[in-house]
């Protein structure tokens, strides 16, 4: 079946550091991919998205490539804010009746002023 | 206007009731469902709701059943509640059932089973 993987945290950096969280996935079709971000106390909130291999999605700083050959799918952001900090799940849609998503475990970051 | 609105944010309950959590979304989407996220944190997705049509995830107990009204709405009715029901449920929905589109998550209802 389907799954995503992605490091644990948490990932403590500080303000205007460099971020990469790892992704790689298994599917058995042509998933979509996907970043969400959960903000504490509140519900997921679509970071950023890619349909197709090579494609990059990108959204308020951040960059993710999809990279099939190595069926993986990073997050990075060149300069983190305290604002940033938040659980961020990687997660893929394949073709599967009812398109539901398998989610990766969360990655907790913590940006520190 | 919320997206996808849920209540209630809070239900607290003992364990052997019946309770029900209620989904609305205003986005004219055709496709809706239910998320489990546990105390690590961990998504499991529960059940799809596309246009009349319901999609059950096989891991999902009996006990759990969807209703939905119409397409705005969809409904998670919970039987005999279990401490291991103690959760957050989320709600969402997607404008269809391709894969590449996104889904809009509702704020959450944390169930706490005593």
């Known amino acids: 079946g389907d799954s995503v993987t992605q490091m644990e945290g948490p990932v403590t950096l500080s303000e205007e550091a460099f971020l990469t969280i790892n992704c790689t996935y298994t599917a058995t079709g042509y998933p979509s991919l996907f970043w969400y971000v959960q903000y504490p106390g509140e519900g997921l909130q679509l970071l950023l998205k890619?349909?197709?291999?090579?494609d990059k999605g990108s959204n308020k700083g951040f960059e993710a490539t999809y990279r099939k050959e190595t069926t993986s799918f990073h997050l990075e952001k060149g300069s983190v804010q305290v604002s940033d900090s938040a659980v961020y799940f990687c997660?893929?849609?394949?073709?599967?009746?009812?398109?539901?998503?398998?989610f990766g475990g969360g990655t907790r970051l913590m940006v520190k002023p | 206007d919320t997206a996808v609105s849920q209540t209630p944010k809070y239900l607290v309950t003992q364990m052997g009731n019946d309770k029900s959590i209620k989904c609305e979304q205003n986005?004219?989407?055709?496709?809706m469902y239910w998320y489990k996220q546990d105390s690590k944190k961990f998504l499991k997705i529960m059940f799809s709701?596309?246009?009349?049509?319901?999609?059950i995830n096989e891991t999902v107990p009996n006990r759990f059943s969807p209703k939905s009204p119409d397409k705005a709405h969809l409904n998670l009715h919970i039987n005999s509640l279990e401490l291991g029901d103690s959760a957050v449920y989320f709600c969402a929905s997607s404008q269809d059932l391709h894969r590449s589109y996104e889904q809009y998550f509702g704020p959450g209802t944390r169930l706490t089973v005593t």
């Open positions: 986005l004219g989407h055709d496709t």
């Open positions: 890619a349909t197709k291999a090579d």
């Open positions: 997660a893929l849609s394949d073709n599967n009746a009812g398109n539901m998503l398998t």
């Open positions: 709701y596309n246009n009349k049509e319901l999609i």
